[in-house]
Structure formats: structure tokens, C-alpha cells
């Protein structure tokens, strides 16, 4: 059920706040799906909306396309590179490459120079240059180090060419809205294109930053047997962290005097340049076996992945209960309006007794799953993982959770509700960025072969089909609770199959058990109602950071590893031919932040589409 706790949904004070909003833009009465939509997206705007900040323009641009850099990540090169077991040859393929980058740079930043007005712009232009030019005498001494042979790689491969074509063209002022070459006249114009040029080279500089103080996380730098170390150590160094900010100072200062639309052009090359760097990394070639993606792992044939999430707030950015009861609300009568004769039509609370009903209901599951919370963290925390122990007391939750929904439905709230309302609404709900692109991948894909379930408490089913079918997803199967209904109008009551932890994890063993392959299961979830089935996996994936979560799970041993750090550690264990082994049950729970980081894991990056 998940009324209200501690999530991103309506309460009375927001769908209040809301209306009159909404009333204050439109002097007419609003159809109630007029209203819907509008209050709907609002609530998903209020959830995800970041308040305005004094950051500077490079920040945002990179704050807003941070998902390239997670995905150049999660590349088998640099888990590879990050483990240390990558082959020498593959960093000395890697090195020819970036030699062609940093040429390149040094090129675009005498473009640049060119273009500036500023004579403090320049200065700095002529600083970042020669940091470009130290930097290819390190790539110099990384070959004479490592003893690479580099006569092989003097071409620049297709992936670094596209990126080379791209800044150059940019520096000679060769984008849409600037004259050509020759052509810039006024010193605004040059600036313009020293701008452009240099919101092409900031995301590379700051992935490069991002990269390395990724990996020196991880990796001692002070150890002598990581062959790579040096390499980590450059461009997680103060002073390559100096020269990011310059750039990025420098990039803030050159689009000052930028028109909204011209921003606009330079929010596009910056995010095309982010793109076209994660492209680079992605066709280093790395002729070993690697730990990801993890498609790669199962042969079709012979054996199935097969995949499981959670529906709300792993998938969606507000809790279906919220949108159901926001529908409720909006559709009822007023208090003024009288109620249907008809048969076909079935009679409704007013909308001032629903909302306050809804408040009560929401208030008492709040309170109660407290105390059903601390009930259950009554005994001594335990050291080891005690899957027995933390599955009765998660029983404690079932009960619960029944005794919720069942409060819910003799309180006729959802009674009433028309399936095309519904529906609607799900074809706008907002999910979390990324999410739609992994299921629209990992289920069209015919030669995956790849099982998706739906494991969800949602009281309505066809709130869930509904969402994902608007994104072109047909092949994914729900297991929800269904509700009842009339004419296409809900009874108020709830065909209830999945409303508790107990509940997932048996339509998860009885999913399997109708299977006929060997399957690979991986679990997704963010909730304490997750916790059975993320651990039965074979690899349990948590998206979000719930408290409780990790709360119950810790208290029964449970133990919470991102899962970056654990592809890096498995790559680093990893000998040829042995495979990879996931293990259901080892009281190991792998956390990630988003989907770019689940889409990275499971299928290549290269497949990410843009929403």
C-alpha cells in the first residue's frame, strides 16, 4: 500500500495547493480530466523539480546530462582500467587515441584564443593550452613506462574522429546560427564562437576529473602492483581538478553576454560533446573478458535472464496510491452536486468527505507502520545475515499491510473511479529518467531473451499496463492487484494478489518455478516490501536510498554495496574462462543511484536511447 510514508505523493496541503493554482489560471469550471492532467504532471513536477541555484552555466550543463558520464563508467575499458587487470596493449590502443584527442584540444584552444575579446580570456586560454601540452608529455611517458608499442595505432580510429571533426568544426566556427569561417566580423561574434568552443571541450575535461576520482576511490594509489595507478593518479590530482575549474570559470565568463537561444545552441554541443566522449570510451577495444555488460554473460538458447522490478517509486517518481486517490478526488461530486439515478453509474462520497477520509486513512498507516516498524527491531541487531529472521518479521508487515488495504476498501474511496481515468493517467505518469529506455530495450529486443516482471502492491493493475504501454512496452507482465469494475467504473473493491513482502516473494517463486531454463534472476526495488525478493535473487538491485530499507535490512545483517565498486572487484577476481558467478541469498544487496547505472550493468551503454 505505501500510503504516505516518507514519499513523493499528494497530501491534502499539496493537492490544495494545487487546485487553487489551478483555478487561478482558469476562470472557467475544469473538466475533471482537464483538471487531472494538470494537477498530475504538476505533483510529478513538485517531486523532481530541483529549486533554482546561483550555479554557473557549465555545472548545470553537466548536473543535467550527468547520465553520460555514469555510462561512461560502467565501460568494460575502464572497469577494466579500474581493476587493473587490463591488458597492456588495450591501454596502448587507448593512449594512441587520446594522443589524437589532446592534439586536437590544443588545436581548438588556439582557435579560441583567436575568437576572445578578453584579454584575461585569453591569458587563460593560453594557460589551458599548455596544461594540454604537459599532458601529452605524460601520455609520452605512460608508452615509455609501459614499454607500449604504438607504431600500429597512427590513425585515429572512427569513434575519435568524431569527436575531433566535431570540436574543430565548432572552434572554426562551423555551427548552425554563426557565420562561416572569414565571415566574423564584430569581436561579439568571435567571442560567441570562443564560447561554443570552449562548451565543447568542458564535459571531456570534467568526465576526465569525474573518472579519476571514481577510481581513486577504489584504487590505492600508493600501490606499486596497480599497473595504472599513474594515470588514476593525473586525473584525480589537485591539479587537474584546477584546470577543470578553469575551464568550466572560463566557459561561465565567455557565456555571460549569450542570448537565451544561443545558450540553448551551447547546452546542445556541450551535451553532444558528453556524448561523443562516452562513444570514445565505448569503442576502446578490450580483447578479454569483461564482468559487463551482463546480457553478454547468457547464451539465448541455453539459458534465460530473467528480470524483475518494482513498480512504484522504483519505476515512478510518485506513488501510484497518491494518483489513484488524486483521481478519486478531482472526478467525486461536490458537496452541492446531487448523485446518479442511474444504474450504470455508481454513487460516490463528495469530494470534501473523500479528501478527508483520505487524510485519516493516510495519517493511521503512517502511525501504525511505526509501530509495526519498531515491533519488528525489537530483538538485538544480529551480526550475520539471518534471512529466517528477517522473513518472520517481515510477516509482522504482511499482516499489516492486509489489514491497510482492507481499511481502504470498506472506506469506499476508491468506488467510483472511471477506467479511462485511469488510464490516462498512467499514460502520463512520469518515471524516472532512464527507466522507459531500459524496458523499451530489454523487451523489444527479440534476441535477449530476456523475462520481464512487474512485482508491484498497486491497487490497480491497468494504472501500471497503461503506463508502460505508452512507451511502446507490450511483452512486460504485470503482477499487481486488480480492481473491480462496473461499466468501466470501479466497485471499490480490490481482486488482491500481490499486497505484501510475503505475497512478492511468492509470485517471484512461482514465476520461476513455471520456467523452463537455468535463469540468471536479477531483482530491482527500493522498498522494505522488496526486501524478500531483492535477496532471492541472484542480484538485488536497490535504486533510491529508503531509510527504512536499510534500517530492517541492516538489523537482520544485511549489507548494502554500491554496485560500481563490486563490478570492479569481481573484473579484478576474474580469470579467463571461469564465468561470472551471481548467488542468490548471500545477504548482499548491490545499490545504485539510477537507471543509467542499471542499464550500464545489464546492457550495453551504446543501446542507451535518448527520452
Known sequence: MRLFL???CLTIPVYNTIRSAFLNTNTSHPSPLNYLNFSFLTISSMATTPKPNEE???????????????????????????SGNLKLDAFGRYIAQDVHFLKCFAQAYELAEDCADDDDAKVLIVELR????EELKLHHSFVQEC???LSKETTPNPATLKYTNFLLATASGKVEGVKGPGELATPFEKTKVAAYTLGAMAPSIRLYAFLGKELRSLVDVNDDEHPYKKWIGKYSSEAYQVAMLQTEDLLDKLSISLTGEELDTMQKLYHQALKLEMEFFLAQPVDQQTVLPLIKHHIPTENGLMLFSDFDLTCTVVDSSAILAEIAIVTAPKSDQSQPESRSQIARMTSADLRNTWEVLSRQYTEEYEQCTESMLANEKVEDFDYEGLKTALEQLSEFERRANMRV???????????????????????????????????????????????SYCWCADLIRSAFSSGGIQTMHVHANEFVYENSLSTGEIIKKVESPIDKLQAFTDILKNSNKTNLTIYIGDSVGDLLCLLEADIGIVIGSSSSLRRIASHFGVSFVPLFPALVKKQKEYVEGSGVSWKGLSGVLYTVSSWAEVHSFIIESDCYGDE
Not at 552555466?57 to 579500474?82: C, G, H, M, Q
Not at 474511496?413 to 529506455?437: F, Q, S, T
Request: glycine content about 4%.
Open 6 to 8: 516518507n514519499k513523493p
Open 56 to 82: 554557473g552555466t557549465a555545472k548545470r550543463f553537466w548536473d543535467k546530462f550527468n547520465k553520460e558520464s555514469i555510462l561512461t563508467l560502467y565501460t568494460p575499458f575502464v572497469v577494466s582500467l579500474a
Open 130 to 133: 599548455k596544461r594540454v601540452l
Open 147 to 149: 614499454d607500449l608499442d
Open 409 to 455: 476498501i470498506e472506506s469506499n474511496v476508491l468506488k467510483g473511479l472511471n477506467l479511462e481515468d485511469i488510464k490516462r493517467a498512467g499514460e502520463r505518469l512520469i518515471l524516472h529518467d532512464g527507466c522507459m529506455p531500459f524496458f523499451h530495450i530489454i523487451t523489444n529486443n527479440q534476441n535477449l531473451n530476456v523475462n520481464v516482471h512487474v512485482l
